[in-house]
Every structure is written in C-alpha cells, then in structure tokens.
C-alpha cells in the first residue's frame, strides 16, 4: 500500500529556532500533499495544500511566513515553523494524494511531535 | 462547505460488545466519507471509505459503516470489540469529484475505550 514517511517524530527545539519537518511519499507520486494540526484531544485542523512546483495555500488564519511550506518534487514536502514558540508546540501530521490512483483516501504521514521549550 | 458531528466525543465498551460510534455530515455536494483511526502518537490509519455505489462498505479489523443518506450519517459498527480496537476514531468528509483538492473535513473524534 501507499506509504507516507514524515520525519522527524518526535522534535524539540528552543524558543526562536526553526524545525523543518519532512514529509515523503516513498511508493507513489504525490501532486498535492496537505498538512495538518492537532492539538491535544483534538481533531486535525488543515493548515494549507501543497501542490507540487506551485505555492502552498494556506487556510483562514495560518501565518504563511511561519509555516513555510515546500513541495519541490513529487515524492516531497516540507514544512518548515520558523522563530517557534511553546504555542506552536503541537503534533503535526501530513497526507499526501496519488498522483496516478484515485484522489482519495488521502495517505498519511506518522506526525510529528514538536515541542518547543 | 462541508462539516462533520461525531456525537459523543467517547465511548466506553466492554470486550466482545457492539462498537456504534456515530457520524453525521453535511456537505452541499454528494460526499466521500471516511472513518480513520489513530492510535497514541501516530498518524491516521484508513478504516473504510465510502464514494460511490454499495451504501454498506466494510473495512479493515472487522469494522463497516453504513451511508444513510436521508439521515446525513455514516456510523462505524464493529459486532464485537476488541482490546485492540481502543483508540480515537475520525469521521471524515471530503466534497467529492466536486470538492476542491479533495480537501477532507474531520469530526472531533471519538475516543474508544474497551473494557477486559
């Protein structure tokens, strides 16, 4: 089946650093992949779509230049949550579409958990 | 615009009973619907889906849901539970061949506990 890797799992950085989080399609061809947010005891909120070799579209309310998105390449998404804060601390999970197969279900990555201190 | 209500947020079941976790949508387009599952710190595990034609779909680890599409709700069934199967549980809509990106609109969850 579809395989989505998403790294790294578990992060914890200082307050004003940047994390980049990987997320990699390993056995199909994602032109869209999406990120999510969960907080908590909570259902996963969408933070953008990325479309590969095109700009991330944001949801209502999520700050572009802090949550940097990057699609360069079918199989490849980052998110990148610059100058972060204990408020973004959160478990962050991707989904990627096959390019060639159906447009749904979505795969999902593992999540990661960041922690910023 | 699409949304999802799973009634209650978690349901307790001793082991071997019926499993009823309930999902109702809307959506202003015929819909996709999905149940996932999550266990502790992991990512989301497809359970089954419904897009077209049979109503009642079965999934993975014995469990089946049944669109009702006159009563908006897609609820997962499982006839008997399992240890196993303690984990929370997402309903999911997606707006079909008419929704945008094929974007997907959670419910809040429902927790599933089993009891020995």
């Known amino acids: 089946g579809a395989v989505v890797s998403q790294h790294p799992s578990r992060v914890i950085c200082k307050s004003g650093t940047s994390v980049k989080i990987e997320c990699r399609s390993l056995d199909f061809q994602a032109t869209t992949m999406f990120w999510y947010r969960q907080f908590p005891k909570q259902s996963l909120m969408l933070m953008a779509t990325?479309?590969?070799?095109?700009?991330?579209?944001?949801e209502q309310g999520v700050e572009k230049d802090k949550f940097l998105i990057n699609h360069a390449s079918l199989t490849l998404s980052t998110l990148t949550v610059t100058s972060a804060h204990p408020e973004d601390s959160s478990f962050y999970i991707c989904s990627a579409r096959d390019r060639t197969g159906a447009p749904l279900p979505l795969h999902f990555g593992n999540g990661t958990r960041l922690t910023v201190t | 615009a699409q949304s999802v209500t799973q009634l209650g947020s978690h349901v307790s079941v001793s082991e071997g009973a019926l499993v009823l976790l309930r999902c109702n949508y809307s959506s202003s387009v015929p819909p996709y619907l999905f149940w996932y599952v999550q266990y502790p710190n992991q990512g989301l595990q497809l359970l089954l889906k419904y897009t077209t034609g049979a109503t009642l779909v079965k999934g993975i680890n014995g469990f089946e849901a049944e669109f009702k599409k006159s009563e908006t709700s897609f609820h997962l069934t499982k006839p008997s539970a399992h240890m196993s199967d303690a984990a929370e549980y997402f309903c999911?809509?997606?707006?079909?061949?008419?929704?945008?990106?094929?974007?997907?609109?959670f419910g809040k969850g429902t927790l599933l506990t089993v009891n020995p």
């Open positions: 990325s479309n590969e070799g095109s700009k991330a579209t944001y």
């Open positions: 999911a809509v997606s707006g079909g061949s008419g929704g945008s990106n094929y974007k997907l609109t």
